[in-house]
């Protein structure tokens, strides 16, 4: 996939979309970041990725139901698409590819 660029963040917040399987939403994905990564991150931030990797076509989303804890109002549901997928395996690979390239350092 020549020409896919990832951040960081993007790439965690994909990460995080395609680990939650469906059930991904603001909250969801920030309560597992700072969780597994120990980092404090705000649901705004975690929007704003997830609108750029939408218009990137990596995640898609939709409306999930309306509950009585939301006040009547339904979450926006982001799962990973094929492209999302692979962008993913492909930033995998190239940093399996530099890790094994590494040399052994005897510290």
């Known amino acids: 996939m020549k020409g896919t660029y990832l951040g960081e963040f993007e790439e965690l917040v994909l990460l995080t979309v ?8 603001g909250i969801s994905i920030a309560e597992l ?3 597994e990564s120990n980092r404090s991150v705000t649901i705004s931030t975690i929007h704003n990725v997830l609108y750029r990797l939408e218009d ?13 804890e ?38």
């Open 33 to 35: 970041i700072e969780k």
């Open 70 to 107: 939301r006040g009547g109002r339904k979450k926006r549901l982001f799962s990973i698409t094929a492209t999302g997928h692979a962008v993913l395996n492909e930033s995998k690979q190239l940093r399996n590819k530099l890790w094994d390239a590494m040399p052994e350092f005897g510290f």
């Open 56 to 68: 990137k076509g990596y995640v898609k989303s939709e409306l999930g139901g309306a509950t009585a």
């Open 18 to 25: 395609a680990v939650l399987n469906g059930e991904a939403y």
